[in-house]
């Protein structure tokens, strides 16, 4: 008995010991790890089906809607240089004439089949929707405020019939909710007064209910996409929102939270004290991509991006530089091969409508993914060096690599590094296998692919199936010595 304990004891301290030693690695700037009570729950990624799952989504969508659909970055006639969902926080803006904008929500033309299907088509794995954005307005009749889509003409709830749509689909939901609410009598920036604390813990109550009330009546959404949680009222509550985070995985089991719901005692936020990633995947990647394999960490992360610069709600005009369809591809391409997911948003309109410049950015992607999402389901990275042309992407589990290629050079030849151990078995198109390419070996592991003809409308991808390599059946060539 006593002997079993001690045993108990001498593992559980090795593994304490062994995560140390990860934690130390993970930590560049932190030397020696510190004891945290509110800090990461793991070390290293989550191994589970569910989270493998979200792992090989590739593609997912956005959805930001809400009041502010109607204004739609307008506000008496002038343009709100902000982004559309921030409009409440102009200062030509009143509260209350915002928050009236309830009694305008009527989206009679709403159809959440027909979002799910050009979701679908799109080729989207999974659907991330505003439950409630910072203004505090709820898409679904939640019974802790009355202001929800109940109180709005349209009375119905928006989320469940969401739910049930994608569901339907296969593609797995995520409920998005902000923390920080604009509409909350007792949301806080800080907390420095008693009154303040008082206040904020109601507001902790308010949010926690809400949290248990969207899991329960939505219980097949896979996640929570946290947002609003900078500001340092909310930094302050780690013991608070660590409780909850449980609570709600507890509840929930395989519930997917990201790094950007909570902070450790010591306020540090996505990445605790000791540098280990808080939550299953780094939620940072808002509106930028990483460079390089070494930027994520070894960690799972997505990537979320708007159609122009910065704008997630509708907005009448769209500002900025306007992605077309194949930069996003690229996009998506770039995320997936480094590991992470692309996730487009989309703002539908106040009727209820997706625009057109969206759907027709969901049917070019869809129609390239028609062809193509072989190489982007399941893909992770091939830990090969990039080469000018494109990326390469990894199919988990399996000896196919994917060239993604979206730049041709002007000698058509597209240049490929392996690693030492491997080499190119077959090569061939994947949207036309017949069309099969006999490699030039050019060097120690590198080939030439030379495409027959030299100019491409569209990016397209080239399969690699790798063979064993390590009898090095290919030609010696000479190193020079130095
Ligand atoms: C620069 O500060 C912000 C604050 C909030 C930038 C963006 C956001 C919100 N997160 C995005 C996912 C949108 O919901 C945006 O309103």
Known sequence: MIRKAILVIAIVWNCINAANVNAQQAAATVQKPIALQHGAHRIGRRTDADMEKWRAYGLGQFIHWGLYSIPAGEWNGKQYNGASEWIKSWKEVSATAYDSLMYQFN???????SWAGTAKQMGVKYV??????HDGFCLWPSKYTNF??????????????????YDKQGIDVILYFSIMDWHNPDWRYDIKTREDSIAFDRFKQFTRKQLLELLTLYPTAKGLWFDGTWDKSWVKQAAFADSLEKEMKAMHPGLIIGSRFRADE?????????GNMMGDYEQGWERKIPEKIEDVHGNDWDCVMTVPENQWGYGRVW???????????????KCVSLDGNFVLNFGPKPDGTLRTEELDLAEGIGAWMATNSEAIYNGEYAGLVKQDWGYYIKKTGSNKIYMLVFNVPVSGALKVVMQSHSAI???????????NYVPEEIGTSAWFIHLRQQTFKRPF??????????????AQYQKAKT
Do not use: C, W
């Open 107 to 113: 989206p009679t033309k709403f159809n959440a089949d």
């Open 128 to 133: 991330t929707i505003t439950t409630k954005h």
């Open 148 to 165: 929800t889509v109940a109180n709005s003409p349209y009375k119905k709830d928006i989320i469940g019939p969401l739910v049930k749509a």
């Open 266 to 274: 010591y306020g540090k936020r996505h990445f605790d004290s000791n």
């Open 319 to 333: 500002k900025g530089h306007i992605k077309t369809t194949d930069e996003l591809l690229e996009m998506l391409a």
């Open 425 to 435: 078995g077959k090569a061939y198109d994947l949207g036309n296998p017949a069309q």
């Open 461 to 474: 991808v080239i399969v690699l199936e790798t063979a064993d390599n390590s009898k090095n059946s290919g």
